[in-house]
C-alpha cells in the first residue's frame, strides 16, 4: 500500500517568504507528527495530530510555525517568514495509534528546505 | 526531561564484521517506550524494533539483536556479520505513553558503514 508521502521534496526559499509543506499520511492513521531534522542531527519533534486535533505544539520553535489537519488526514507545516535557521529537512510520519501505548511510526521522505 | 544519548557519532566495520551501536537514555518516567530507527541513504526512516521499559527480555530478530539493560537505563542494538546495505544513520528514540500526545525525543544517530 502507498506510504507516507510529502510534497515538495525539495523547496528553496528566499529569506522572508512563506512556505507550506504537505504532508499525506497512510490512509486511516490517526496520528501524525512533524520533525526537524537539521543535517547530521536526529529527528526532533515539532508538533502532534491525533486525528484532526493538534494535541502537542510544544516543539514548534516560534509563532512563525503553524501547522494544521483540518480533516484529519492530511497535515501541512507552514512557515512564516522563513529565517536561515529554518533550513532543515521536515519529515512528516504517521501512526496507526492514538493514546497509551506509541506504536511504530512511519516516515515520509522529508522535504528539504533551504532558505537562502 | 527525556534525554537520548548516542557516544558513537560513526563507525566503520568491514562486513561480516559484528558491530554494536550505543543507546543511553534519562528519563523520570517509570514507564517508557524505546525504539531504534535505521534512516537509509534514501532518507527514509525504517521502524526496527519498540521496547517498553517492563519488558528488558533481549530480542533477536536475524541478524539484529537489541539488549535492553533498565539498570544502566541503555538499549544496545547489535549487527551481526554486517552487510554493506546495512550502511545506514541509526536512531535510538524514547518516549513516554500518553493520553494526550507522544512526543518521541531521538537520539543524535550513529552513521554506520559497512565496507566491502
Known amino acids: 500500500g502507498a506510504g507516507v508521502s510529502q510534497s515538495p521534496r525539495y523547496k528553496v526559499a528566499k529569506r522572508g517568504q512563506d512556505v507550506a509543506l504537505r504532508c499525506d499520511p497512510i490512509s486511516g492513521h490517526v496520528s501524525l507528527f512533524w520533525y526537524q531534522q537539521a543535517l547530521g542531527q536526529g529527528p526532533e519533534f515539532l508538533t502532534y495530530f491525533q486525528n484532526e486535533a493538534q494535541l502537542d505544539k510544544s516543539g514548534l520553535p516560534s509563532d512563525r510555525f503553524f501547522a494544521e489537519r483540518p480533516e484529519g488526514s492530511v497535515s501541512t507545516l507552514k512557515i512564516q517568514r522563513t529565517q536561515q535557521e529554518d533550513s532543515a529537512v521536515y519529515l512528516c510520519?504517521?501512526?496507526?495509534?492514538?493514546?497509551?501505548?506509541?506504536?511504530?511510526?512511519?516516515f515520509g521522505p522529508g522535504t528539504r528546505l533551504t532558505v537562502t | 526531561a527525556q534525554k537520548v544519548t548516542q557516544a558513537q557519532t560513526e563507525i566503520s566495520v568491514v562486513e561480516k564484521e559484528d558491530v554494536t551501536l550505543d543507546c543511553v537514555y534519562e528519563t523520570r518516567d517509570t514507564t517508557y517506550y524505546l525504539f531504534w530507527y535505521k534512516q537509509p541513504p534514501s532518507g527514509e526512516l525504517v521502524f526496527l524494533i519498540r521496547?517498553?521499559?517492563?519488558?528488558?527480555q533481549n530480542e533477536i530478530s536475524g541478524r539484529y539483536s537489541w539488549n535492553f539493560q533498565k539498570s544502566t537505563s541503555s538499549f544496545n542494538f547489535t549487527i551481526t556479520a554486517s552487510q554493506v546495505v546495512d550502511s545506514a544513520v541509526y536512531f535510538c528514540a524514547l518516549t513516554p505513553p500518553s493520553n494526550y500526545g507522544q512526543n518521541f525525543v531521538f537520539g543524535p544517530g550513529t552513521r554506520l558503514s559497512v565496507l566491502p
Open positions: 510520519a504517521s501512526s496507526p495509534g492514538t493514546s497509551g501505548v506509541p506504536y511504530e511510526q512511519y
Open positions: 521496547r517498553n521499559s517492563f519488558d528488558e
